[in-house]
């Protein structure tokens, strides 16, 4: 489609062209996930454990405090994707991490 094209938006009920529904289809299938006191996170942030927590099939437990460094948002709301020394594939969910 061109931008001179216009299509029917079901959702307004109103023709529209079909670069801004393409924007506004785009804008909402994001998702924005926050840390445990409602600051937005982002990919390559760091983050802070508020909470110990075991690690299930590592045996390891991750003490308040310990700081991960870059992760990476995986299309859930509350869980990232981090790495930290020792542990593959680690994804923690973000009601216990706090933004640095």
């Excluded at 001179?4 to 079909?18: F, I, L, N, P, Q």
């Amino acid at each position: 489609m061109s931008d001179d094209d216009y299509v029917y938006d079901e959702e307004s009920g109103e023709w529209v062209s079909a670069a801004d529904l393409a924007e506004k289809t785009k804008l909402a299938s994001q998702v924005e996930v926050r840390d445990a006191v409602g600051n937005l996170l982002a990919d390559g942030d760091q983050v802070t454990l508020i909470k110990d927590l075991e690690v299930k099939g590592a045996g390891q437990t991750l003490k308040r405090g310990t700081l991960i460094k870059s992760i990476r948002l995986t299309g859930d709301a509350q869980e990232i994707d981090c790495r930290y020394d020792g542990i593959k594939g680690l994804v923690l969910r973000a009601e216990f991490v706090k933004k640095r």
